[in-house]
């Protein structure tokens, strides 16, 4: 799968698992994604996608995971984290994914192409 910010695209490696079957049978998809905590870029989804939830105690920069049945959360930094997640995939090679999402919400299409 494809993730685009403006002129950069970033390769994403799916997890094989029904939460990812439902999303791609979705795409393409263009989201407004909002800010939070200067660590990530998240988006409620209109339809909710089935989870598995797991705690992966540290999140990396790349993850891209669901938080809930219905947030697309993509982390620009790694940190420590409490919080559970579907885990979706993780972006290929992470490097300028902070300056393309930078501070401000931002506009993201994923695509299958």
């Given amino acids: 799968m494809w993730m685009t910010v403006g002129q950069q695209r970033f390769a994403i490696t799916l997890e094989d698992n029904p939460t990812t079957r439902e999303l791609t049978a979705r795409l393409p998809l263009t989201l407004d994604m909002s800010d939070l905590n200067d660590n990530e870029k998240h988006v409620t989804l209109q339809r909710p996608l089935p989870t598995q939830t797991y705690r992966p ?42 300056q393309a999402l930078g501070r401000d919400d931002v506009r993201v299409t994923f695509s299958a192409h």
């Fill in 57 to 98: 105690g540290t999140i990396h920069k790349g993850d891209f995971l669901l938080y809930g049945a219905d947030s697309l959360v993509v982390f620009y930094k790694t940190f420590n984290s409490s919080y559970t997640y579907t885990r979706l995939g993780r972006i290929d090679n992470p490097a300028g994914l902070s």
